[in-house]
């Protein structure tokens, strides 16, 4: 009985102890101040969350604040803080004083508890982000800002961050005081990357890439003979051979149509990667026109779920390469195995990049979106720049070569020019002479251009 009668008076005393805990004593005072009236964190004296909110903010966190275990501080502990700190004087308020006036610092504090700190700085003396400090913006161009964004930055929705909070945030960043010395180099890296300079980076890296894809189709249609062919499309008539060359390269290149009626397994394991690729490709496009300022966008908006859903088919696609990397003892060619093995690892990290950037601005990691969103420009960027030199470069070659086959095959249906009558494959003489012009150029130079072919029964 005497025991029973202990424990109960323990239980009880420890519960009155928790409840009577004081603000002051807690870890969370170290950031907003021991009376609640800020400091590095906003001030929450007179806080109006209700017991809930508070709960889940001191349990999850909150922009830069971590979030704090039953361990640390028990429910009961955080309501008893919760109440404390509503019935706290108005007095543990500190000024901002805005136009001259002194102005109590909201309740609602913002700034450094929102995404915003993860660009422009805890400070807000400016990030990857300028400075905001003494924001010169009127309330309506503040607020317009946030919402659509600008250059770089995305834009934020109302859910996440309500139109009075916004205001109270532009009322607190014009009572902050502006240190030169808080202006961090991040700042001069981040002005760098403005919506004109990324274009104008991506125009280059396009540029280079298209330069040394048009060589590589040069290399292939050569070894092919198309300059042999030429005479041939001339008397069959270049704009039908024009219309045989596109439609070959919507069905049998975009299409793949030969492999979807052999094998649909195999094609639907190649689509994963071509279609994925492919309509992030017409996604960034649209992305463009819909959403310019590149504001954040609901998961279900339509562009939204359409590049979630291209991105998950590429990452989906990605993976099934490697594993026919681990299991395919015939993927090595020889020659490129090193170089597509770096195009599919660029690949899949822009992706996962891409996933990342996209997941951390949605639970608010402010901290890690912009170095994370620069790791993935960096790979789309590598990704475009590798590409005409990797075995991957078949996706643009292989549906080329396909179409001027069905050019060939077009021309000797048409019976316009069979070339020789014995000749073993019709219409393919002009790539017997690019063999032989090969063949003679190695071995006798002076005549690689002067010899004639004859077909025998």
């Given at each position: 009985?005497k025991?029973?009668?202990?424990?109960?008076?323990?239980?009880?005393?420890?519960?009155?102890?928790?409840?009577?805990r004081?603000?002051a004593?807690t870890?969370?005072?170290?950031?907003?101040?021991?009376?609640?009236?800020?400091?590095?964190g906003?001030?929450?004296?007179?806080?109006?969350?209700?017991?809930?909110?508070?709960?889940?903010?001191?349990?999850?966190?909150?922009?830069l604040?971590?979030?704090t275990?039953?361990?640390?501080?028990?429910?009961a502990?955080?309501e008893?803080?919760?109440?404390?700190?509503?019935?706290?004087a108005?007095?543990?308020?500190?000024?901002?004083?805005?136009?001259?006036n002194?102005?109590?610092?909201?309740?609602g504090?913002?700034?450094?508890?929102?995404?915003?700190?993860?660009?422009?700085?805890?400070?807000?003396m400016?990030?990857l982000?300028p400075?905001?400090?003494?924001?010169?913006?009127?309330?309506g161009?503040?607020?317009?800002?946030?919402?659509?964004?600008?250059?770089?930055?995305?834009?934020?929705?109302?859910?996440?961050?309500?139109?009075?909070?916004?205001?109270?945030?532009?009322?607190?960043?014009?009572?902050?005081?502006?240190?030169?010395?808080?202006?961090?180099i991040?700042?001069?890296?981040?002005s760098?990357?403005?919506?004109?300079?990324?274009?104008?980076?991506?125009?280059?890296?396009?540029?280079?890439?298209?330069?040394?894809?048009?060589?590589?189709?040069?290399?292939?249609?050569?070894?092919?003979?198309?300059?042999?062919?030429?005479?041939?499309?001339?008397?069959?008539?270049?704009?039908?051979?024009?219309?045989?060359?596109?439609?070959?390269?919507?069905?049998?290149?975009?299409?793949?149509?030969?492999?979807?009626?052999?094998?649909?397994?195999?094609?639907?394991?190649?689509?994963?990667m071509l279609?994925?690729?492919?309509?992030?490709?017409?996604?960034d496009?649209?992305?463009?026109?819909?959403?310019?300022?590149?504001?954040?966008?609901?998961?279900?908006?339509?562009?939204?779920?359409?590049?979630?859903?291209?991105?998950?088919?590429?990452?989906?696609?990605?993976?099934?390469?490697?594993?026919?990397?681990k299991?395919?003892?015939?993927?090595?060619?020889?020659?490129?195995?090193?170089?597509?093995?770096?195009?599919?690892?660029l690949?899949?990290?822009?992706?996962?990049?891409?996933?990342?950037t996209?997941?951390?601005?949605?639970?608010?990691?402010?901290?890690?979106?912009?170095?994370?969103?620069?790791?993935?420009?960096?790979?789309?960027?590598?990704?475009?720049?590798t590409?005409?030199?990797?075995?991957?470069?078949?996706?643009?070659?292989?549906?080329?070569?396909?179409?001027?086959?069905?050019?060939?095959?077009?021309?000797?249906?048409?019976?316009?020019?069979?070339?020789?009558?014995?000749?073993?494959?019709?219409?393919?003489?002009?790539k017997?002479?690019?063999?032989a012009?090969?063949?003679?150029?190695?071995?006798?130079?002076?005549?690689?251009?002067?010899?004639?072919?004859?077909?025998?029964?």
């Amino acid at each position: 009985m005497k025991r029973l009668l202990f424990a109960s008076l323990l239980v009880v005393s420890n519960l009155v102890l928790a409840q009577s805990r004081p603000f002051a004593n807690t870890t969370c005072a170290g950031c907003h101040g021991s009376q609640g009236e800020g400091d590095m964190g906003p001030a929450i004296a007179k806080t109006q969350l209700s017991n809930e909110e508070f709960l889940r903010i001191v349990r999850n966190g909150k922009g830069l604040m971590p979030g704090t275990s039953s361990s640390s501080l028990s429910d009961a502990e955080v309501e008893a803080m919760r109440n404390e700190l509503a019935d706290m004087a108005d007095l543990a308020l500190k000024p901002l004083a805005v136009d001259g006036n002194d102005t109590p610092r909201p309740a609602g504090d913002v700034f450094s508890t929102s995404t915003c700190v993860g660009c422009h700085g805890m400070k807000a003396m400016g990030g990857l982000g300028p400075p905001i400090v003494k924001t010169k913006l009127t309330e309506g161009e503040f607020l317009a800002i946030v919402r659509k964004g600008r250059g770089m930055m995305p834009g934020t929705p109302a859910k996440t961050l309500p139109d009075d909070q916004v205001k109270a945030m532009r009322i607190e960043l014009q009572g902050m005081e502006w240190d030169e010395s808080q202006i961090p180099i991040a700042f001069k890296v981040g002005s760098l990357l403005t919506t004109r300079n990324m274009a104008i980076f991506f125009s280059f890296v396009t540029l280079f890439a298209t330069v040394f894809g048009i060589r590589v189709l040069a290399y292939w249609l050569g070894n092919a003979g198309f300059k042999g062919l030429r005479p041939k499309i001339a008397r069959f008539g270049w704009g039908k051979a024009a219309w045989v060359f596109l439609r070959s390269l919507v069905v049998d290149g975009l299409l793949v149509a030969s492999l979807y009626r052999t094998n649909k397994a195999r094609w639907l394991k190649h689509g994963l990667m071509l279609y994925g690729f492919l309509g992030l490709m017409l996604g960034d496009v649209l992305m463009q026109v819909v959403n310019p300022q590149r504001g954040d966008l609901a998961p279900t908006h339509p562009l939204k779920a359409f590049l979630l859903l291209c991105g998950a088919a590429l990452l989906t696609g990605v993976v099934y390469v490697f594993y026919r990397y681990k299991t395919d003892r015939y993927i090595d060619n020889g020659l490129t195995m090193g170089r597509d093995f770096l195009f599919v690892n660029l690949l899949l990290h822009t992706v996962v990049s891409g996933f990342m950037t996209m997941e951390l601005n949605r639970v608010g990691a402010a901290g890690w979106i912009m170095p994370i969103y620069l790791y993935h420009l960096a790979s789309v960027g590598l990704l475009i720049a590798t590409a005409p030199f990797t075995r991957f470069n078949h996706v643009f070659v292989v549906p080329v070569l396909a179409a001027t086959t069905a050019v060939v095959d077009a021309i000797v249906a048409s019976e316009k020019d069979l070339g020789f009558r014995r000749e073993p494959s019709p219409g393919r003489d002009h790539k017997t002479q690019r063999i032989a012009h090969d063949l003679l150029s190695r071995v006798d130079p002076d005549n690689a251009d002067n010899f004639r072919i004859r077909y025998y029964p």
